[in-house]
């Protein structure tokens, strides 16, 4: 799940600056589970905006809309009739959904209303932790199951690093050092062999550092 926080208003508000006729475009997915850019928060943010021009006394037009995904163009199509009729799509997806949105109306300003942060799951009600940054080369196989690029502060392929204590990172203390944790993981599962095996550099090729990614299912292609 990609997992994402509201922008402070205030920082909103600069964003839009003069314009006043503004789209509050939210979306149904990862955001809507995080509580961040579903049509709940759609609604919060709309009404903060509404209560604050109308007290600056100033004239607007807010409208809101959710869509199924924002980074679906069969979703995305669905506001072309009424699009245009402001001066701004501020939307409450994450990142992805915002460039879409951005391409598929290339005349109008789309702004971010959501800083985009991580790929992760939820702990428990109201918290989500990172587990993945979409490397494009997974060895989870080789790490029990705990990713060594997302959760170790360095990205140590073989380590620890020596400076982790009682369990915890040397960094933040308050975060589980990776290391411990998948040796931990390879004891319970009767796999403490794999440690011994050292892993290679890793190809970044396959991450961001590669460059824009694309993946193509011919097979699913129309």
């Not at 205030?10 to 789209?23: A, F, H, Q, T």
């Not at 403490?192 to 590669?210: A, H, Q, S």
Request: charged fraction near 30%.
């Amino acid at each position: 799940m990609i997992v994402g926080n509201r922008k402070d208003f205030k920082e909103i508000l600069e964003k839009l600056g003069s314009r006043r006729r503004v789209l509050v475009l939210g979306c149904n997915e990862c955001v809507t589970v995080c509580g961040v850019g579903g049509e709940r928060e759609v609604g919060v943010l709309s009404a903060e905006l509404r209560l604050y021009w109308k007290k600056e006394g100033e004239t607007f037009e807010v409208r809101e809309h959710t869509l199924e995904r924002q980074c679906d163009y069969e979703y995305i199509d669905q506001i072309r009739g009424f699009a245009d009729e402001y001066d701004v799509i501020l939307s409450m997806a994450c990142g992805a959904g915002v460039q879409y949105v951005a391409e598929a109306y290339k005349t109008k300003l789309v702004l971010p209303a959501v800083n985009t942060t991580f790929l992760g799951v939820t702990i428990e009600q109201g918290v989500w932790s990172e587990r993945c940054q979409g490397c494009g080369n997974c060895i989870l196989d080789m790490t029990g199951g705990i990713c060594p690029i997302a959760r170790c502060s360095k990205s140590l392929l073989n380590g620890p690093c020596g400076g982790s204590s009682g369990g915890k990172c040397e960094i933040d203390n308050e975060t589980d050092c990776a290391w411990q944790l998948i040796v931990d993981r390879l004891k319970e599962s009767g796999q403490m062999e794999r440690y011994e095996e050292i892993l290679p550099v890793k190809d970044w090729r396959t991450g961001r550092e590669g460059g824009p990614r694309k993946r193509v299912r011919e097979d699913l292609r129309l």
